[in-house]
């Protein structure tokens, strides 16, 4: 949960396997994730390979239909979208894409989404690149810890400890 950058149903291909194939989503996992590993994402696995296939909207909406009601009907749970995600995948506007389909946990600094995990593992010297300050920093660190106490996570005192003296050394 904390560790997506977005949504968890948007990275879940497989979605586009009965679309597409299982043999291609393999295939593009190979040539545009796997080899790719060092290059951060930028935008939601589902939007790349709506892309990378080129599948339309009503393509799409049709299978989307077919999961659903197949979901109703046996009670399975696969992954399906809602009307609404649907609109922000296919709006055209990456910009609108990622922040609203992003994950309610990542900070996001208008040109990329970080995890409380990759900031928890940054110095001051990186904190001060994503350039949104040690204040938003200090808000988005503390609201984090709030959200994983109120569900219960469990994490060691020095995980936050650690991020909040990296944070301090911006203020000086």
């Known amino acids: 949960m904390f560790d997506f ?7 879940d291909s497989s979605f586009l396997d009965n679309i597409v194939g299982a043999d291609k989503t393999s295939e593009f996992f190979s040539e545009q994730i796997e080899s790719k590993k060092d290059k951060k994402r930028i935008v939601p696995m589902i939007y790349h390979m709506i892309e990378y296939f080129d599948i339309s909207k009503d393509v799409f909406v049709k299978f989307n239909n077919q999961e659903r009601k197949y979901n109703e009907e046996t009670g399975f749970g696969s992954v399906t979208y809602t009307d609404e995600e649907i609109e922000v995948l296919f709006c055209g506007d990456e910009k609108r894409i990622i922040e609203e389909l992003r994950s309610p946990y990542t900070l996001n600094n208008g040109k990329e989404l970080f995890t409380v995990y990759e900031i928890s593992r940054m110095d001051a010297n990186e904190l001060k690149k994503i350039g949104v300050g040690s204040e938003k920093l200090e808000e988005y660190v503390d609201w984090i ?6 569900m219960g996570y469990s994490y060691t005192e020095d995980f936050f400890i650690k991020m909040r ?4 050394k911006l203020k000086k």
């Open 145 to 150: 810890q709030s959200e994983m106490d109120r």
């Open 165 to 168: 003296t990296e944070i301090d």
């Open 5 to 11: 950058l977005f949504l968890p149903q948007m990275d």
